[in-house]
């Protein structure tokens, strides 16, 4: 599965959107993107995952670029219950791994 | 049914005790995983089961021991563990194109102590 590059932290005012970069330059054709989420002390938490077009849900939406070497994921009006880690993770149909990053720690401000 | 339930919460363990972490899914998922958490790192994947079979160890120390005894429950017994050891465990299941819940779908985790 492709290696994915995340900033190691982030800041978001409440209301506003917050805009989540990832790099996965070596990702190949056959290799999803999906995101997940994990708020102190819990589990991950599935988000949304997308091949190459654009996808929305009612927790975020996701971008990926024409050639698929990066994606944001945006969640519109950031809530303090969304200050979390954000894992980007590529991974292909076959095989049983989901393996994580380091992620991006988001917090979001009052 | 969109859990994966975890017990327990917490444990507190000798170095000589024996004890298990239990893990409960109805999802109808047929593959379910262990993972290791130390404090502000990702999770790591140890032990994946494929149709109650194991399909991946992750080189883990044969002080865990995992166990599916049937398609919804997922064990791990500990024996003998070292302090190092402590650390968040989350089981996981995932789902597939089609199912009720699609993707992975962890449990909040047992947090060990072991002292």
């Known amino acids: 599965d492709a290696k994915t590059t995340q900033p190691t932290s982030m800041d978001c005012a409440e209301g506003r959107a917050a805009n989540l970069p990832c790099n996965h330059s070596t990702i190949s054709g056959n290799e999803y993107v999906y995101w997940y989420r994990q708020i102190h002390s819990q589990g991950p938490q599935y988000i949304i995952h997308g091949l190459k077009n654009n996808e929305t849900n009612e927790m975020a939406s996701l971008i990926i670029t024409e050639d698929r070497k990066s994606s944001t994921l945006i969640l519109p009006h950031a809530t303090l219950r969304d200050t979390a880690v954000y894992y980007c993770i590529v991974r292909g149909t076959s095989g049983s791994r989901l393996t994580f990053g380091e992620g991006t720690q988001l917090t979001v401000n009052p | 049914d969109t859990e994966v339930t975890q017990t327990p919460k917490h444990l507190v363990m000798g170095m000589t005790n024996k004890k298990s972490l239990k893990c409960e899914q109805h999802m109808g998922h047929r593959a379910m995983y262990w993972y290791k958490q130390k404090a502000k790192k990702p999770p790591e994947l140890m032990f994946v089961?494929?149709?109650?079979?194991?399909?991946i160890n992750e080189s883990v120390p044969s002080r865990f021991s995992p166990e599916c005894p049937n398609s919804s429950l997922l064990n791990l017994h500990l024996h003998a563990l070292q302090p190092e050891d402590s650390a968040l465990y989350l089981c996981?299941?995932?789902?597939?194109?089609?199912?009720?819940?699609?993707?992975?779908?962890f449990g909040s985790g047992t947090r060990l102590t072991v002292v």
């Open positions: 089961y494929s149709y109650e079979k194991l399909s």
């Open positions: 996981a299941s995932r789902g597939f194109r089609g199912s009720m819940v699609y993707g992975y779908t």
